[in-house]
Nanobody
Framework: QVQLVESGGGLVQAGGSLRLSCAASGSTFSSGWFRQAPGKAREFVAAISWPNGNTYYADSVKGRFTLSRDYAKNAAYLQMNNLKPEDTAVYYC??????????????????WGQGTQVTVSS
């Protein structure tokens, strides 16, 4: 079975950067990142498809976040630059094998990490 562990969250001032890591065990496919702020629904952030490696980003993070994978290490990385207070949330990595049209949907992912807190202060 696939197991995922996120790391790299923390407290950062607006305009700063963080790099989140998702370490996986077992066979993995497409990697998605979602986030959930208190009182809000879990929302799509970014995804990278398998096997072609195409990336997809929510409009709110496009140009600031970059998602990559290291297949040799079975890991995914979310580089977050120019962070804003509205980026504050628990960030989750997820694994699944969705069709391309469904890559941004939570239901497309079968395995989830426990999340890592990102807090961006003003």
């Amino acid at each position: 079975q696939v197991q995922l562990v996120e790391s790299g969250g923390g407290l950062v001032q607006a305009g700063g950067s963080l790099r989140l890591s998702c370490a996986a065990s077992g066979s993995t496919f497409s990697s998605g990142w979602f986030r959930q702020a208190p009182g809000k629904a879990r929302e799509f952030v970014a995804a990278i498809s398998w096997p072609n490696g195409n990336t997809y980003y929510a409009d709110s993070v496009k140009g600031r976040f970059t998602l990559s994978r290291d297949y040799a290490k079975n890991a995914a990385y979310l580089q977050m630059n120019n962070l804003k207070p509205e980026d504050t949330a628990v960030y989750y990595c997820a694994d699944g094998n969705p069709v391309l049209s469904a890559i941004v949907r939570r239901a497309s992912y079968n395995h989830w990490g426990q999340g890592t807190q990102v807090t961006v202060s003003s």
